[in-house]
């Protein structure tokens, strides 16, 4: 059989060939669909794709999957803790680029065993700019329903229905699935306006914030029930008019005060409508939330008085931005978001200061019930914290952190209290003590009961001594701190323009080091397998970054669907691994590593080597220099017998794929070459 090579080569191959290898695929030779590019996966007709899961699963699971109203066990459900979240290798999906959640699985079928976890950007309905991670509601994202797969079952006639059947089949596949845990809304989410007591507010007066006391929200409250009294509520039962009524969700609860408020459920557009009356109430009187912020000193805003800072919305309304008033190297205000109040403040507020001592209890239990709830309700595995990195202390982490010392840390205690096995993946970058936090990170990582981390290799060319020193102390942590932190191929968040440069080269390293190294979690973005190098930014229908959001002008707007990249060689060059890791994981998986040539701290050597420690069965060599060949010396600490057989290099991967002998005429590693030997 003739291999595909180029971008149309796989197009073609699979048009020519796609029935063999559904047929291999349901088989069970596979535990993907080799040689399908994603981008093709996702255009899979519902039935064809329905018949594969049916056929590959048996008629009883599958269906039982199809229903709603079962649950799929987790396959992780057996484990104690999240200690399973430190070796798994996960993929990063912003349903918007595939358009719905019942395209996951789709995609789905171009991943091996090996990268077995599968992270749902935020699936909540959105707010300002359609921001994922501006959640306007509690309600699933009406936007990624199928009206295809809705066609094909009609009783998955809800959005809420299709995501719980996407995750039992994803379970059924033998994937895990988790979700965004997120400690801010969008600047006046239905979240915001309903629970005005949950969040920190101010009071501004054009260039001036004239009034930002702690129990401003009172004043909001006053605000709420008189907008109720100038238009009415969206029914005529009654609701209490006193506010210590209305917001108590023991004597009204959120349910109702939202119907109240907004309007029903599946009335959308007129809640949209109901919410952005009420949002020019409270503009009118110059009442905003506090707008989150990251990286010390966090606290102490200002309003920004110049003109770029000043936007006009549909409305009218001119909205300004905000500076931190003394900002250090890393510190940012993200306008339209609203963080909530976990504690109170010292001295009314006048000097921005937070009472640590004083947790806000009930806003706690909220946002940690709605989360168990999503978990338990929708079955996942597993929370991805967003800005986990935030350490709002100037004390730092205290020697030993309580319950209320950070929000993932208690939601992810509430859910373990009934999921032992649930896990907490951390977004935090390992940046040095008091650059995006107060403190040292690793100790908040700690004391924030994390089972793994983001790090930041993603935001370094392979190869570079920053990279190999990062990467080295990574490892070192891996073995001396409580967290795993990831060998990160490429986040959502940095395929980016702004990012291209990490990308250029050496993006089959990162692949690789990420499938065979098994004592280390790694993490990749949808859309990595097929990404084009950009020498010079390409347009922005090409980054999966800008569809986080939705703009419609400016930069960072985006024209149309997410369009895929066309690089052939990158596929071909990843799917080969995607193989061998098929072949070779069971003689590899669980197994702790023993390193040959360690990553080194000082960056200077840029060879590495590992094998397994118990059962040595294949060694790994990977030259990080992705500009020079490297003399085969370099290997001397690796003990190779006559029975020691290469069994792959990147530099000649057909041979493998054509069960060739491997024959490399030189004594040097290629620049950016990576090998197995087979012991």
Known sequence: MTFPESYDDFRQFWMS?????????????QSFIPNLLPEQAVQMPAVQLAYILEK??????????????????????????????????????????????????????????????????????????????????????????????????????????????????????GKTVGMDVIPHTDRYSEITLANPQFFEWLQRKEFEIIDHSENLHEKVQEAVLDFLYQYGGTFSEYYPRQKENFFDNNVFSEEHRLRFLFGEKNNPEGRTERRNKL??????????????????????????????????????????????????????????????????????????????????????????????????????????????????????????????????????????????????????FLAPPNIMAYGNEEDHLEGSDTDTTLGDLQSMVVGTERFVQEFARYHQLLITRKFAPNF??????????????????????RIFISLFLTDMPSYMGLGFEQRDPHPYPAPNEHYTKLYVFQLSEGEKATQGNYQWGQNGRLFRNISTLKKISDKIGQSI???????????????????????????????????????????????????????????????????????????????????????????
């Open 279 to 428: 949002i020019s109430h409270l503009f009118s009187m110059g009442y905003e939330p506090v707008p989150a912020t990251m990286a010390p000193p966090y606290r102490g805003l200002a309003v920004d008085n110049r003109e770029e800072a000043k936007t006009m919305d549909d409305d009218g309304r001119v909205w300004r931005d905000y500076v931190i008033t003394k900002p250090q190297e890393m510190s940012r205000v993200f306008g339209p978001l609203a963080r909530v109040k976990l504690y109170e403040s010292k001295n009314n507020n006048i000097d921005w200061e937070i009472d640590f001592t004083k947790p806000r209890q009930e806003v706690w239990e909220y946002m940690a019930q709605k989360y168990a709830g999503f978990t338990n309700h929708y079955n996942f595995d597993f929370m991805r914290g967003d800005m986990s990195h935030v350490q709002m202390n100037p004390d730092g982490t205290p020697t030993n952190p309580d319950d209320y010392y950070d929000i993932h840390k208690y939601i992810k205690r509430k859910i373990t209290s009934q999921k032992p096995y649930f896990g907490y993946f951390a977004e935090s």
């Open 56 to 173: 590959r699963f048996g008629q009883q699971d599958f269906f039982r999957a199809l229903n709603p109203e079962n649950t799929i066990d987790s396959p992780v459900q057996n484990f104690e803790n999240g200690e399973w979240l430190k070796t798994v290798n996960m993929v990063g999906i912003n349903v918007r680029t595939i358009g719905s959640f019942w395209n996951v699985i789709k995609y789905a079928l171009t991943l091996p065993n090996a990268q077995s976890s599968i992270h749902l950007l935020p699936i909540w309905e959105c707010g300002v700019v359609a921001s994922l991670y501006g959640i306007a509601s509690w309600n699933i994202n009406p936007e990624f329903f199928d009206d295809e797969l809705a066609i094909a079952f009609p009783h998955l006639n809800t959005v809420e229905k299709q995501l719980k059947v996407v995750n039992n089949i994803l379970h059924l596949m």
């Open 17 to 29: 060939n796609q029935q063999t290898a559904i047929s291999s695929y349901i088989a069970n030779n």
């Open 488 to 509: 990160t191929i490429m986040t959502a968040d940095k395929d980016d323009p702004r990012f291209d440069s990490f990308y250029l080269k050496g993006n089959e390293i």
């Open 589 to 679: 998986d669980n197994q702790d590593i023993e390193w040959l040539i360690k990553p080194d701290l000082t960056g200077i050597n840029k060879v590495i080597a590992w094998t397994q420690k118990n059962k040595p069965t294949f060694i790994f060599v990977v030259n990080l220099n992705i500009e020079d060949d490297v003399s085969e010396d370099k290997l001397k600490n690796i003990e190779r017998t006559n029975t020691t057989k290469l069994y792959y290099s990147s530099q000649n991967n057909s041979a493998w794929e054509n069960e060739e002998p491997i024959v490399l005429a030189k004594d040097f590693l290629g620049k950016g070459e990576c090998r197995i030997y087979k012991i």
